[in-house]
């Protein structure tokens, strides 16, 4: 009998959701809003409840990630703000340096 070496069935529940909208400066053309200075644009959330989201896109020639999550799914133990510095300093090293 041949031993199964693959992990079990993945879990059902995502722990991160990622969500790479891509640039936006393609949809957002500023020649088409010549009386406004666009600076940047804010996404919408398809977070769920008890969950977690990053949001990832350029615009403007920047790079911007944004986290929504939800704070009773994760408590008051700077759970999110510690994930969130370490996503930074990560970006940081491996794209600025």
């Given at each position: ?86 996503l930074g300093n990560g970006v940081e ?5």
């Open positions: 009998m041949k031993e199964n070496l693959l992990p079990g069935p993945a879990p059902s529940i995502a722990l991160l959701g990622l969500s790479l909208i891509g640039n936006l400066d393609a949809i957002y053309d500023r020649r088409s809003y010549p009386n406004f200075l666009l600076k940047d644009v804010t996404t919408a959330s398809r977070q769920k409840a008890g969950g977690i989201l990053l949001l990832v896109h350029t615009f403007g020639g920047k790079l911007w990630l944004q986290l929504f999550y939800d704070q009773e799914g994760f408590g008051s133990e700077g759970i999110v703000e510690r994930f969130w510095d370490g090293e491996f794209m600025l340096s």
